[in-house]
């Protein structure tokens, strides 16, 4: 079945400055990568996703990119505000298939 | 509803004992998936409805654990005889279609407390 390994555990980054989480995968039939964002006592919520027919997508301060040959893929957060703290993870799957998630990065936003 | 719904929120329960975990999941997802996190953890699958059937429940971790699912809505999760690695919040989440190619919605998720 799909591993999905991801890089760091936590991050803390100074407000205003950039944060970029990793992480890689094992099926290369995975085709869909999606980012949950997850803060203290609530379920991960969707934040943004890339199918691999696509290398980039950007929404705002966050950016997904994929790279299909290396099977890995990285969230880009810029000007980090206090709100970004929390844990993020990343998932990926096949179609008619479940999501692997990741272990989770827990971020921090220094002010 | 507006979004998933799970209850209870918090359940401490005494070694031994069995315990019922509900879903609600947004009407008209046809798939539905059941996640445990014990603390500090990430996300370990446990079950996957596709409808009223469960085409995967490959990550249950045992035979203590059961869920089920009626009327292509609400689901169930049930333990039996709780052990103190029982402990975590049990998450539930649901998709409009019975694949990992659509975003999971996912509840605020069931804190159980095995004493």
């Known amino acids: 079945g799909e591993n999905v390994e991801q890089h760091p555990s936590t991050l803390s980054v100074q407000e205003g400055d950039s944060a970029v989480i990793k992480c890689t995968y094992s099926?290369?039939?995975?085709?869909?990568f999606p980012w949950y964002k997850q803060e203290l006592g609530k379920g991960p919520q969707l934040i943004i996703d890339?199918?691999?027919?696509?290398g980039e997508k950007k929404d705002q301060r966050i950016a997904v990119t994929l790279n299909k040959t290396a099977k890995h893929f990285s969230l880009h957060i810029t000007e980090t505000q206090p709100e970004d703290s929390a844990v993020y993870f990343c998932a990926a799957s096949k179609r008619q298939e479940k999501l692997t998630f990741g272990t989770g990065t827990r971020l921090t936003i220094i002010p | 509803g507006a979004g998933v719904s799970q209850s209870p929120s918090n359940k401490v329960t005494e070694k031994g004992k069995d315990v019922e975990l509900r879903c609600d999941p947004i009407?008209?997802?046809?798939?539905l998936y059941w996640y445990r996190q014990r603390l500090g953890q990430g996300l370990e699958f446990l079950i996957y409805f596709q409808g009223n059937s469960a085409p995967d429940k490959s990550g249950l971790p045992s035979d203590r654990f059961s869920a089920e699912r009626t009327g292509e809505s609400v689901s169930t999760l049930t333990i039996q005889r709780t052990q103190q690695e029982d402990s975590a919040v049990y998450l539930c989440a649901s998709s409009l279609v019975g694949t990992g190619g659509g975003g999971y919605t996912f509840g605020s998720g069931t804190r159980l407390t095995v004493v």
């Open positions: 099926d290369s039939a995975s085709n869909y």
């Open positions: 009407s008209g997802h046809t798939a």
């Open positions: 890339i199918r691999s027919n696509v």
